[in-house]
């Protein structure tokens, strides 16, 4: 298995907290990808990273910040969490662009 | 705007049989076609990609048959076994510089190998 490490694994929150969820992999790779996936519509991207300090928007990205300060740590974080946000949520790496991704195994998130 | 479209969302087969599952996509600057399968309570895994210069690739009882000019591709899964029942996503991705390397998937198709 890629080494990559999601936590927590699961969480329960409240509706108006910030939840940061932490990404770690120790495989160098350039590339680290946020997703969710809910019911009938598939893996959604959120944020992807390209390189340290370099991020851009997914098509769900809205109530969503990221931050790569480090290759190895891609941070997700809900700034107000909402019920609409409670899914689970898979990171993902990939080496170069257009090769095969390694995903982690989730945070199941609820919020309530 | 959906950029890869799957089908069926759900899939019954006899054990034996064969699975089919499309994809279509609009973005011509895809360049990179995947197709990850998923285990409930496990993350999506790779199970075989397929690039836009050739028009088929076959791994075992997985095969990708690619259609350029229609922007489609599917999924053929031969002699389907029970072991097989999961969740089938397929992606695109595209390698054109700069910072557009999303990889983006079909809503997945969620399928079932009867005994």
């Known amino acids: 298995d890629a080494g990559i490490t999601q936590s927590p694994r699961h969480k329960v929150t409240e509706t108006g907290t910030p939840v940061t969820l932490r990404c770690h992999q120790t495989?160098?790779?350039?590339?680290m990808y946020w997703y969710r996936q809910d019911p009938g519509h598939g893996l959604r991207l959120i944020h992807y990273?390209?390189?340290?300090?370099?991020?851009d928007k997914g098509e769900v990205s809205d109530g969503y910040s990221v931050s790569r300060s480090k290759t190895e740590d891609f941070l997700l974080t809900l700034e107000s969490a909402t019920s609409s946000q409670t899914s689970v949520y898979f990171c993902?790496?990939?080496?170069?662009?257009?090769?095969?991704?390694?995903f982690g195994q989730g945070t199941r998130l609820t919020v309530v | 705007q959906q950029q890869v479209k799957q089908s069926p969302q759900s899939l019954i087969v006899q054990k034996g049989g064969i699975s089919i599952i499309n994809c279509a996509y609009e973005?011509?600057?895809?360049?990179?076609f995947p197709w990850y399968q998923q285990f409930p309570g496990k993350g999506p895994a790779l199970l075989i990609a397929?690039?836009?210069?050739?028009s088929e690739k076959k791994e075992g009882r997985f095969t990708i048959s690619f259609n350029k000019s229609a922007k489609q591709f599917s999924l053929h899964i031969m002699d389907s076994q029970p072991g097989d029942s999961a969740t089938y996503f397929c992606?695109?991705?595209?390698?054109?510089?700069?910072?557009?390397?999303?990889?983006?998937f079909g809503k997945g198709t969620l399928l079932t190998v009867n005994p």
């Open positions: 993902a790496i990939r080496k170069t662009a257009n090769t095969e991704a390694f």
């Open positions: 495989e160098n790779h350039r590339y």
């Open positions: 990273s390209y390189g340290v300090k370099d991020t």
């Open positions: 973005n011509t600057a895809f360049d990179y």
């Open positions: 397929i690039r836009p210069d050739v």
């Open positions: 992606a695109a991705s595209e390698n054109s510089g700069g910072s557009n390397y999303k990889l983006t």
